[in-house]
């Protein structure tokens, strides 16, 4: 089991930028994927990015590509979200995810792959 625990969230206006962090703990070699989810209210949750822990491959949901950069710390078992360009659209509850064992391959952001979640950062985005 991995153990995640977000921070960084917070407020922002229209056009600003965040920085979400995610620290890992626990059997952290497990997992070979980390990634970000969203959901706003109402909404179902959403894969926002993704990062391969064994190399350089990221992957970004469409919404996000090009604004949202992901990048980790191995040897701080830490992972980054920067958020730039903000917009009212991006405002929802922030989750960090860690992958299935079994994950291969970390393109496909989605929730039913990922076994370890933290608790979620809120960000909020006013125009």
């Known amino acids: 089991q991995v153990q995640l625990v977000e921070s960084g969230g917070g407020s922002a206006q229209d056009g600003g930028s965040l920085r979400l962090s995610c620290a890992a703990s626990?059997?952290?070699?497990?997992?070979?994927?980390m990634a970000w989810f969203r959901q706003a209210p109402g909404k179902k949750r959403e894969g926002v990015a993704s990062?391969?822990?064994?190399?350089?491959?990221?992957f970004y949901a469409d919404s996000v590509k090009g604004r949202f950069t992901l990048s980790r710390d191995n040897a701080a078992n830490t992972v980054f979200l920067q958020m730039n360009n903000l917009n009212p659209e991006d405002t929802a509850m922030y989750y960090c995810?860690?992958?299935?064992?079994?994950?291969?391959?970390?393109?496909?952001?989605?929730?039913?792959?990922?076994?370890?979640w933290g608790q979620g950062t809120q960000v909020t985005v006013s125009s």
């Open positions: 626990g059997h952290t070699y497990n997992s070979k994927c």
């Open positions: 995810a860690a992958s299935m064992p079994r994950l291969a391959g970390c393109f496909h952001i989605q929730d039913v792959y990922y076994a370890s």
């Open positions: 990062i391969y822990t064994g190399g350089e491959n990221t």
